[in-house]
């Protein structure tokens, strides 16, 4: 168990100083952050507490196209197409037994993303920003070789300071990970693990968990946060018999809807900010004005007036969304990243963190012939539901409902019932592993973020976490920054115990923990099974998890692409029972 906090930063024991050795580890030798060590100003910031209201650099924009200077709900939401199987080949484990099997390229694309904008170049997975949705069953393997087709050269600006992507390393370099999916180690996207173009890498799926919305993306090391902002994600929907029998709405009554946010330049193309320094362009966090959801602006959808499923993705690589309806109208959730809550919640409002998805029932039943508006933090508008009148006679159902292309739209049959899945909570009393992890931000001199870590750790050095298979453990993500950071495990489902507060300066003093009051239980809509969790700053986040499906070498990270790529990542090993 590592313990390590602000008392101890300045000694020699800091395992920070360490890797800023240049002897030592030359992959990091050359960065801004040992510029900072050599001078001095390193450990001097590490040991500061930090303050509210740090002014990062005034990044250089091109000068950015206003989204609300759009004409909104001109287009119509674009549904995904799912992706097909192009063969069997036999299982990796079970050569007697065929997979489907699936060749996905990564490839550029040009796609419009509004009416009245030109098309935006974009890096997409198939010929489409999401890429294609996956259909699984749960139980049942498949087969994906990810097949990276793009140019040799990169679009976004690259960070040649950050470790991974240093000037002699490849430009463009890929590797998948799905997130949520209980995958064997070598088909888990492991961030080292990526290829350029002309490779390909192909993926063993199990599919061995419960119904879920998983989703993939991009993971390469200290490039990740260009490849998704470029475009490589998508959806996956893992089905079972459980959610088979819940008779939920289905067919073209369920919608994944992938959010995410982006800048554009006056010519239509994402225009990624930088710190304005050319030699270290990151930038702590990227925030977009332009709100993208299935990758087009504002756009609209029609609806009949019933129940809709509608999968939620928060894909962006650091917005959180705060979800409502325009009208007011409540909806349920029922299900959180790792699938089905226990029973649905009531909800007015919905937070997502990025990576975090959300399985929700919408009832349009009762504004049939009204416009509704998604809207974010109440002030923006995301996406329009356009609900068709009860009254609506089938050709105007019919001219209407294009995008459905259905003639007799099908009475609505489907439930919502009272209790889902069951979720049984795992017992405190059966961690046999607690660790106490911080989150912390580390500053230069005017409290500018330089990097981000967990532990106080680099992604380069030793692991430090190492659960043994089918182990169950508490970790205490302690959070000593101003931020709220989504943490997600790969491999694992876990459940969030409870949240408290704690006196972050004498932490950074003593390295104790001071509480300020009792422990806060995680919300209704987050009492499920869970990947990704919100440690929000200031607050000991504790979550409980069962290390079940491999042994072999997985990551931890916050899912702030811009927090992932500098360092707030590590690797951890699952390892064999003694
Ligand atoms: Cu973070």
Redesign the pocket.
């Known amino acids: 168990m590592a313990k390590l906090f602000g008392g101890e930063l300045a000694t020699d024991h800091c395992p920070l100083a360490t890797a800023f050795n240049e002897g030592e580890n030359p992959q990091v030798s050359l960065t801004r952050r040992a510029f900072l060590h050599r001078g001095g100003i390193l450990t001097a910031a590490l040991a500061l507490p930090q303050t509210a209201n740090h002014q990062p650099p005034a990044p250089k924009f091109r000068t950015s196209l206003q989204a609300s200077s759009l004409a909104q709900f001109v287009d119509p939401l674009p549904i995904p197409s799912i992706a097909q199987p192009i063969d069997h080949r036999p299982s990796p484990t079970d050569p007697s037994l065929k997979l489907p099997y699936y060749r996905i390229a990564m490839r550029p694309i040009e796609s419009q993303v509004h009416r009245d904008m030109k098309p935006t170049r974009l890096w997409a997975y198939g010929s489409s920003s999401p890429g294609p949705t996956f259909e699984a069953r749960s139980g049942q393997g498949i087969l994906v070789e990810w097949a990276n087709e793009l140019p040799t050269q990169h679009f976004l600006p690259i960070d040649h300071s950050i470790h991974g992507a240093e000037a002699d390393k490849p430009e463009v370099r890929t590797v998948v990970h799905l997130h949520g999916a209980k995958a064997p180690p070598d088909s888990d996207g492991y961030p080292d693990n990526w290829y350029v173009p002309g490779k390909s890498a192909l993926y063993h799926y199990p599919n061995h968990q419960d119904a879920a919305m998983l989703w993939y993306h991009d993971h390469a090391l200290g490039i990740n946060r260009l490849n998704v902002f470029a475009g490589l994600l998508g959806t996956y929907l893992l089905r079972d018999d459980v959610e088979d029998s819940l008779n939920l709405p289905s067919g073209k009554y369920e919608i994944p809807l992938a959010l995410c946010d982006r800048i554009f330049d006056l010519e239509s193309q994402l225009n990624y900010p930088v710190s304005g320094n050319p030699k270290s362009p990151w930038t702590p966090e990227v925030f977009g004005d332009a709100f993208l959801v299935n990758g087009k602006l504002f756009p609209y959808l029609e609806v009949e007036p019933r129940p809709y499923r509608f999968r939620v993705l928060n894909g962006a690589n650091g917005r959180f969304f705060h979800l409502s309806l325009s009208n007011g109208q409540s909806f349920h959730q029922i299900g959180t990243d790792q699938g089905l809550l226990s029973a649905p919640v009531e909800l007015k409002r919905l937070s997502l963190a990025p990576g975090e998805r959300a399985d929700l029932i919408v009832d349009f039943s009762s504004s049939a012939g009204e416009p509704i508006i998604l809207k974010n933090d109440i002030s923006f508008n995301v996406m329009q539901f356009r609900v068709a009148r009860n009254d609506q006679n089938k050709s105007d159902q019919n001219k209407v409902d294009s995008q459905h292309n259905e003639k007799n739209p099908a009475r609505d049959t489907s439930a919502l019932p009272s209790s889902l899945r069951p979720v049984p909570k795992i017992p405190e009393s059966a961690a046999t592993q607690t660790r106490m992890l911080t ?1 912390v931000e580390v500053d230069d001199m005017v409290q500018r973020p330089v990097t ?1 870590l967990l532990n106080n750790v680099h992604w380069n050095m030793p692991v430090t976490e190492n659960p043994v298979l089918d182990s169950i453990e508490i970790w205490n993500l302690i959070n000593l920054t101003d ?1 709220s ?2 943490i997600h495990l790969h491999l694992v489902r876990f459940q969030i115990l409870d949240r408290r507060s704690f006196d972050v300066s004498a932490y950074w003093t003593t390295g104790k923990l001071k509480f300020f009051g009792p422990p806060i239980p995680p919300d209704p809509s987050e009492a499920g099974w869970k990947d990704t969790v919100r440690a929000d700053p200031a607050m000991v986040t504790r979550i409980i998890i069962r290390f079940e499906g491999y042994t072999g070498r997985y990551v931890w990270h ?3 692409l811009e ?2 790529d500098n360092e ?1 990542m590590r690797p951890y090993d699952v390892i064999a029972k003694p």
């Open positions: 989150l981000m931020d950071h989504p916050c899912h702030i927090h992932e707030m």
